[in-house]
């Protein structure tokens, strides 16, 4: 019955104190007066769209950004209570929301989001080398990152994941695994690590030349690293750069990797709800003044939703089901079998029970992977 479809919901917030040097997410200084606005209108565009959800049960929301925990604890339970008003909320849904260390050391503010409903938060950490910190356009120090992970326990956070980066300008692998070695004694129940990589317009992608950054085998080795300490401290590594002691599994995210619905607000902002993709115009200013026009749309078409299924399944641990292209898709699983099996052989794939996965190895040539499995399945 489609009263049982669950759906996340994705709420962004795009202020920030600082740009970092990496980062080319849609994102803006605050003020007082602008982040009021911002949240009226985030206010009025959830309960606008709340009707085209009432025979969905939302099951996760995520506040990112930006950096959602500047909005401050006020504004943030605002819209909460927003979502439980006028949308139907599983009682255990995960509610999820980004900080950065320096804005939530306060054990007063992490109190009363953890009393309004938020059970999640993900801290970005980065490194645990300052120099490294600034270097990037960090604002904040290892130290703060500490104490934001103890106020949040103080504050009956009982789910708390931290972001990390590795490839950093100059970043040594002792450098690596000490920051590795400090975040395990934090023992956080989730764990990211993403490899940096300059993109175009930031500061970072111009300074590259001048910079010190590894290359594509560095970067693998910093990975690998990664993998086999967070194994042993008992991290299960369940897609390509996410890490999870058993049953924390980022259940938002997961919805991304299984195609699964939901719902974006906010100027920037992207869904795939009731077979239909779309974003949101990067335009804060139209967005508070009511006008949220599409910056993309687009039916998805059976050949679309095949060729996605292929590229986010290689994604995670789990892996591509034999039983989902054969009964959902209606495409014979042989091909894949074929392009699997050399991969196995060069330790870059492995069985599962209803299909492959890749190996920690293969995550790292993933994308030419996914290529010769399209061309296999003749998916373009």
Known sequence: MRDSLPLGLYIHIPFCAAKCAYCDFYSLPHSEDKMDRYTQALC???KEAAPNAASYTVDTVYFGGGTPSYLGAER???????????????????????????SAKDNRALRQLRRAGFNRLSLGVQSGDDELLRAI?????????????EAARLAQFDNISLDLMYGLPGQTEA?????????????????????????KGTPLYRQRKTLALP???????????????????????????????MGYRSRHNLKYWRMEEYLGFGPGAHSDFSGVRYAYERDLDGYMAGRAVFSEKTEIL???????????????????S???????????????????????????????????????????????????????????
Not at 76 to 87: D, G, R, S
Not at 217 to 227: I, K, M, R
Request: aromatic share 8%; charged share 30%.
């Open 44 to 46: 009025r565009h959830l």
């Open 76 to 102: 943030l339970n605002a819209l909460l209570t927003t979502v439980k008003e006028f949308y139907r909320v599983e009682p255990e849904a995960e509610i999820t929301l980004e900080a950065n260390p320096d």
């Open 137 to 149: 356009g960090r604002i904040h120090t290892w130290r703060q990152a500490v104490e934001a992970v």
């Open 175 to 199: 450098q690596w695994r000490d920051t590795l070695e400090k975040v395990i004694a934090l023992s956080p129940e989730h764990i990211s690590c993403y490899g940096l990589k300059p993109e």
């Open 215 to 245: 290359d594509d085998d560095g970067q693998a080795d910093l990975y690998l690293t990664a993998v086999t300490r967070l194994r042993q401290a008992g991290y299960e590594l369940y897609e390509i750069s996410n890490f999870a002691k």
């Open 302 to 320: 059976p050949p679309e939703r095949q060729r996605e299924y292929v590229m986010l399944s290689l994604r995670t641990r789990d892996g591509i």
């Open 322 to 380: 034999r039983q989902t292209m054969e009964r959902t898709f209606r495409r014979p699983f042989a091909p894949l079998d074929a392009v699997f099996k050399r991969c196995a052989q060069s330790g870059l794939a492995e069985a599962t029970d209803d299909g492959w996965r890749l190996t920690p190895e293969g995550f790292l040539v993933s994308n030419r992977i996914i290529g010769m499995a399209l061309d296999a399945m003749e998916i373009n």
